[in-house]
């Protein structure tokens, strides 16, 4: 396998510049003889389409939600950083560059970091222009804040909701562009198989989720924006329908998959409460500027929380743990989110978790009250307490909340090169789909920055390269072998998930994988309990083979079909993350491995044996994926422990 | 021809023309109350100034082409835009608005007055058809006094002597004569106060929906617009059934 | 714990937009309180699909009340009437023990059934197409800071743009009209300075479309507002007639 990576030469800080005049250009004329298909339209895949369609290219958009405008980015809320230095405190592209590297724990590839610090700027001034309506300070420019403990204020943002402003900010310019009929939209549409040909990506193969149609499509290139794949834990923040089976499915066609155990997990979530649970909700990262996190001391006391018998009130002072502010004085509650998840974890285990399940802790907000007063922190706070009291029925100025970490996002996907092609020629793959930019932990407000650079700044201009090498009449037709083989696959699928007739519904086996995934592969690993899991996951994957339920038929919008499809690739891909646990005999960022720390229980990178990109390859049906690796060559940064305390 | 299509072919547009007519026929109704109030004042107060607006001749065609065109677009509207909010609606919910916060329910479920402005606004103009045959065209058959046949009811030109034998268009009509005979008969002025009820209702959300129409309302003005519609509909209420009132009271007689 | 509710779900059936659909009732037992609205339907689905039956089909995706899929009309309500508050917000500490919840799909001739609760509003869409946009090209843009935007404005553009576009207010209105979703659109993009020089163009358009999809009018219910899980102000159409009004006197139709 070719992991080239197409890095260009040259210096960091003109690698981009000097790419961008290297890259083919393709004819003005004869863009409109191209077609691209883009899957997904959220911030990547909605800044890509429209992008592309103004540069004159015809594209062809799918999105499995009724509206392009409903792709999960939506639900970002804290902000998008840039590089703009507006507020005048030392901020540059070097800063934003060699910030993101430090804090993805130098699993990061520095050129398309470095890139990626380079656009930021460009990124608010299109959305500025798009009429996002970014906060503003009363002269009327815009307003910043510092997020994830950066050093800086670098942080734009909409209220809450900046991933919201962002995303409609972009659909709005993919809206022009299917009203100007450059785009051709199909929403309820999951792309179910890529179709290759002679080793190119050149079409996908289709489900209408409405009336269940199989349809081909054949294009010059196609772009992958399908997002991450949280939901293989079944519980996460992610949105009931985000899925891995795009990029799964184009795995199992020949991309290579990198670093799949890269997953981040966020500590300020509401805890589950109860079987029922469908999802976990997020509350901002932002509490824990005012907000104390405890358990208490002993274990008796908090059993006795736990059973009703006792309330954090009753708790004395002396009888609390502040644990994250005992551990790490210098930056107390407001250490990184790996570092304060796993401490979260730490505490549970320990049996002095305070809520019914025993996974939560307390994060209380009384001191800042009594320093600020409570129309200051409604202020600070009001929408949160708000949503927090809305789900869980809890007056967060009387009581403490409770927080658990959970997943939220995930820096593994598709192996991409500079370009952002994978391996699979004409196979591009934007956002959270592909592995790039955030090596093994994101930074706060990266996400919303990593996506729309990819689709309005980078992937207009690399995808150039390819296609100009193609000719336009190089389309395949969608009667080809290869189409119709790929569609008979799909078909195949289908039809088999459809004739099991056993007695388990989908959602019962993705609770169950969920359940082992966290378990093992989760806020923190180890070998025997990878290993065990790599040996439960096939078992369940045959039992689901065995005693799938799906009621109904292919040919009606059926919820139940789409989930189990979805499902039976989390249960493959479930497998392969497990296994890239195991391979990297390290911690670093979001992968912490219990046999991998400090003798103060911190995080050991191994930068001698694993500094590399993991990509793994399919080899077959039960076959064991082969594992490739893409060396990682640090120029600018020099790589340091990360250090807290 | 751009703008006229744009006001009269879409949505938005016929709410102006809702809005504007609505404010139209509101002046009218203000206008006609205080010509009738002037009943209070006497006979000779009220028959002059009937007769000062028969004087004004074609001016006075003017003014009834231009209320009876406002009522045309307004019914027309009114009509247009109900009918295509019972095609954007076909199905009704089975349930009965029960929201999770009860004291919510108020705001959601749509005002009554809202509801049901089609209604009210049809039967004010049934009742504003029949107010016509009754005092305009004077048909005898209709005002329930008898086959009282108003068309006989003249003055002289000291507006308060009655004429036996007066003449359309040179005698001065006895307007109060009219009134008083008019609603003397109970049913009359039952229906009569029922119809200004309607109107009143009718205008109490129609008052505000035209400044929303128009859209001149915002958060800050909105509360006292709404207190203006609905004081004003109080007011004219009051203001018209005090004449027959009056009249069944015997506070205004003739003589 | 609180204790377990046991509720009768009366829900609208609907195999796709051609069936006639029908009301069916279903137990649901063992119901926390804790659950949300959409996570005891999860439960009466998986009871169904149990039993071999079709589960209800509806439309979720986020769950945090961000996204706007989720849409249903709860015992007469559109998200069940808690006010702020999207279906998937909703928990069932809200309902009591032996209670009858009747849900049924947003109804709107412009928003017809695709299956059970699930309907199609590409409408909103379509509407969005005609004009919900600035035109600018991708790079070709001043700087961020180029053009500033007064705070009082920008803060009113986002309260009109935090507009989730459910369909909430369609399903509400007794005309199912979409005028709070369109005037959100019309206001948010007609009050910052960008959005200037298409401003009459897009009033135009973007009306123009949301009556040629066949919602109803504005008849100054409040509905709309009452139910809007972003209680975006009925201010907004008075805006949007406004902005209307200008057009229509500045440019005439387009």
New interface residues.
């Given amino acids: 396998m070719n992991l080239d990576a197409k890095i260009p030469s040259g210096p960091m800080a003109q690698k981009w510049d000097k790419h961008r005049f290297d890259l083919k250009l393709v004819n003005p004329a004869n863009k409109r003889k191209y077609e691209v298909i883009v899957v997904g339209s959220g911030l990547a895949g909605a800044?890509a389409a429209?992008?592309l369609a103004?540069l004159g290219y015809n594209v062809k958009c799918f999105c499995f939600?009724?509206?392009?405008?409903?792709?999960?980015s939506?639900?970002a809320q804290g902000g998008i950083n840039a590089a703009?230095n507006?507020q005048n405190d030392g901020d540059s592209v070097h800063r934003l560059f060699y910030d993101t590297v430090k804090g993805g724990d130098y699993r990061s590839r520095e050129a398309n970091v470095h890139r990626l610090a380079q656009v930021s700027v460009?990124i608010?001034?299109?959305?500025?222009?798009?009429?996002?309506?970014?906060?503003?300070?009363?002269?009327?420019?815009?307003a910043n804040r510092s997020f994830g403990g950066a050093q800086v204020s670098r942080t734009f943002y909409?209220?809450g909701?900046t991933g919201?402003?962002l995303l409609?900010g972009a659909?709005?310019?993919l809206?022009?562009q299917?009203?100007l009929g450059k785009v051709q939209?199909f929403?309820r549409t999951e792309m179910l198989d890529v179709v290759l040909v002679d080793g190119h990506a050149k079409g996908i193969v289709v489900r209408d989720m409405?009336s269940g149609e199989i349809s081909r499509h054949s294009a010059h290139a196609v772009v992958l924006a399908t997002g991450g794949y949280g939901n293989a834990f079944f519980l996460s923040?992610n949105?009931?329908?985000c899925n891995v089976t795009a990029t799964f499915r184009a795995y199992k066609r020949g991309a290579a998959f990198a670093n799949p155990c890269y997953t981040q997990i966020h500590p300020t979530c509401i805890p589950v409460?109860?079987d029922?649970?469908?999802?976990l909700?997020?509350m901002s990262e932002s509490l824990r500027n005012d907000g104390r996190v405890w358990v208490p001391k002993s274990q008796s006391v908090a059993e006795k929380i736990r059973k009703g018998e006792l309330k954090a009130s009753d708790v004395a002072e002396g009888d609390r743990d502040y644990y994250l502010e005992r551990k790490y004085p210098s930056f107390g509650n407001l250490v990184p989110r790996d570092v304060a998840s796993r401490n979260t974890k730490e505490a549970c285990d320990d049996g002095r978790g305070v809520v019914?399940s025993g996974l939560g802790v307390y994060l209380d907000f009384e001191d800042a009250i009594k320093r600020l007063g409570e129309s200051a922190v409604r202020e600070r706070y009001g929408n949160l307490f708000d949503?927090y009291e809305?789900?869980?029925?809890s007056n967060a100025y009387q009581n403490p909340m409770t927080i658990f970490p959970a997943v939220h996002y995930t820096m593994g996907g598709l192996w991409v090169d500079y370009n952002l092609m994978s391996n699979v020629p004409g196979l591009y793959v934007v956002g959270e789909a592909n592995f790039s930019d955030h090596g093994a932990n994101r930074l706060g407000a990266s996400a919303l920055m990593q996506g729309l650079a990819d689709g309005?700044?980078v992937l207009?201009y690399t995808i150039g390269q390819y296609l100009a090498g193609v000719a336009p009449d190089d389309r395949t037709d969608t009667n080809s072998a290869e189409f119709v083989g790929t569609e008979e696959t799909v078909r195949a699928q289908i039809d088999k998930l459809l004739s099991v007739k056993g007695?388990r519904?989908p959602?019962?086996f993705h609770r169950e994988l969920g359940q082992i995934i966290w378990d093992e592969c989760g806020m923190a690993r180890n070998k025997t309990g990878l290993e065990a899991a790599i040996k439960k996951i096939p078992e369940l994957r045959a039992e689901f083979w065995e005693n799938l339920?799906v009621?109904?038929e292919n040919g009606?919008?059926?919820?139940?079909l789409e989930q189990a499809g979805r499902v039976a690739d989390f249960l493959e891909f479930g497998e392969l993350m497990c296994r890239d646990a195991l391979q990297r005999e390290e911690s670093c960022g979001g992968h912490f491995r219990e046999e991998h720390q400090t003798p103060e229980g911190e995080a050991k990178r191994d930068d001698k044996n694993f500094s590399f990109v993991g990509a793994w390859e399919y080899k077959g049906e039960n076959q064991t994926p082969e594992l490739h690796k893409e060396n990682l060559v640090y120029e600018e940064v020099k790589m340091t422990q990360r250090s807290y305390k | 021809m751009d703008f006229i299509t744009g006001i009269f072919k879409t949505s938005l547009g016929r709410k102006y023309v809702m809005a504007i007519t609505g404010a139209g026929l509101f002046g009218f109704v203000v206008m006609h109350m205080l010509g009738n109030l002037l009943v209070f004042a006497g006979p000779a107060a009220i028959n002059e100034y009937a007769a000062k607006l028969h004087a004004l001749g074609p001016l006075l065609w003017v003014a009834r082409i231009g209320l009876l065109g406002m009522v045309g677009l307004h019914i027309w509207s009114a009509i247009k835009l109900t009918s295509e909010n019972r095609e954007a609606r076909t199905v009704e919910y089975d349930a009965a608005a029960e929201p999770v916060d009860a004291h919510r329910r108020g705001d959601i479920v749509a005002k009554f007055a809202a509801r049901t402005m089609i209604f009210s606004g049809l039967i004010i103009a049934a009742f504003a058809f029949y107010h016509l045959a009754h005092f305009t065209w004077k048909v005898p058959q209709i005002n329930g006094a008898g086959m009282e046949d108003f068309e006989s009811y003249y003055v002289a030109d000291d507006f308060t002597t009655p004429l036996a034998e007066g003449k359309e268009g040179k005698n001065h009509a006895d307007v109060f004569k009219m009134i008083v005979t008019g609603f003397k008969v109970p049913a009359v002025s039952v229906f009569y106060v029922v119809a200004v009820g309607l109107l009143c209702f009718h205008l109490s959300h129609g008052l505000s929906a035209m400044f929303q129409s128009l859209g001149i309302k915002n958060k800050n003005i909105a509360p006292w617009m709404d207190r203006f519609a609905v004081g004003a509909s109080a007011l004219i209420f009051l203001g018209y059934i005090s004449i027959p009132v009056s009249v069944l009271a015997a506070f205004i007689k003739i003589g | 714990m609180d204790k377990l509710m046991n509720l009768k779900l009366k829900v609208w059936r609907q195999d796709d937009a051609d069936d006639v659909g029908r009301f069916e009732e279903y137990q649901a037992d063992d119901i926390s309180p804790d659950m949300s609205f959409l996570e005891m339907l999860d439960v009466v689905n998986e009871g169904l699909i149990g039993s071999g039956k079709e589960p209800i089909a509806f439309d979720s995706d986020c769950r945090e009340g961000i996204c706007g899929s989720c849409s249903m009309v709860i015992n007469g309500t559109a998200h069940g009437g808690q006010k702020g508050t999207t279906a998937c917000q909703l928990h069932m500490r809200h309902f009591s023990d032996g209670m009858t919840i009747t849900i049924e799909p947003w109804r709107a001739t412009a928003f017809p059934v695709h299956r059970d609760l699930v309907v199609d509003r590409t409408a909103f869409d379509r509407i969005q197409q005609k004009g919900g946009f600035i035109s600018v090209r991708t790079g070709s843009v001043p700087d961020a800071n180029a053009i500033p935007v007064s705070k009082d404005e920008s803060d009113l553009a986002m309260d009109a743009a935090q507009c989730i576009g459910c369909g909430a207010c369609v399903a509400a209105c007794k005309n199912a009209s979409a005028m709070l979703f369109v005037a959100a659109k019309i206001s948010h993009l007609s009050l910052v300075p960008q959005g200037q020089p298409e401003r009459e163009r897009r009033a135009l358009a973007m009306v123009k479309q949301m009556d040629d999809e066949g919602f109803g009018n504005c008849t100054v219910t409040g509905s709309c507002e009452a139910v809007c899980p972003k209680e975006i102000s009925l201010d907004f159409i008075a805006r949007m007639n406004r902005e209307y009004g200008r057009a229509l006197i500045k440019k005439g139709t387009i």
């Fill in positions: 800044s429209a992008t103004e939600q009724d509206s392009p405008r409903r792709a999960h939506i639900a703009k507006y460009n608010i001034d299109q959305c500025a222009a798009q009429g996002v309506p970014f906060a503003r300070e009363y002269g009327g420019l815009l909409a209220r909701q919201q402003q409609l659909y709005s310019s809206s022009r299917i009203g939209m929403p409405v923040t949105a009931m329908g409460s109860g029922h649970q469908s999802k909700t997020l019914g949503m809305k789900i869980t029925g309005y700044f207009p007695k519904t959602t019962s339920n009621p109904g009606s919008l059926n919820q139940s």
